[in-house]
């Protein structure tokens, strides 16, 4: 069993920057498929065993949870996940949905739109910052998961987590402005699961990264 890899301070800053970039490409594309103005904050980042995730989770965001998903290869081979409390995701997906789609036929395509809304959010953060580190990122197609945050992660890696590998969590708060005054705010975490070889390379990606910057 394979400990995670502990991230430096450096290590740290450099992750939480790269992470604010691809998040604000991330809020400038969701902005749109929502049509309003969308604020996601400067993502906070730590670095932890997989196994200490459900606990950080449940800790962290009200259950019911719901969780986006997408398997990943390249710099970040593993799975990405993007999950917020229930609660607050009919509101966004009204808010994806043209205005002429009767409100009670939202929660029918509740998981389309999820799907998508996560689908945007990863792939616009991830392609920025694996670019940005010289890497390349291949993602796969999203799915919706429900449920208190073990299960999530079990329908995201398949298998229950264990300490071997890493797991890489950014902490965000999503806001929407949304035409007409209607707005909604949205605790969330975006999660890396990725396995041993993998954390490894992302420090050592990181370390020339910063090397790079300070030459």
Known sequence: MTAAPMLSELERDALAELGNIGIGRASTALGRMLGGLVTLSVPSVEMVPPDEVAGLLDRALTPPLVGISETLGGLFAGCALLVFPQAGSLCLVRAALPSDVPAEDAPE??????????????????????????????????????????????????????ADGAAVLFHIDLRTTLPGGDGAAVAGRVVLLLDAGSAGALQATLGRYIGRLVA
């Open 109 to 162: 395509l509740e998981d389309e739109v999820l799907a998508e809304l996560g689908n945007v959010v990863l792939n616009s953060a991830l392609a920025l910052v694996a670019n940005l580190l010289g890497e390349a990122v291949e993602t796969g197609l999203p799915a919706v998961f429900r449920g208190g945050a073990a299960e999530i992660l079990r329908g995201c890696s398949g298998a229950a987590p264990t």
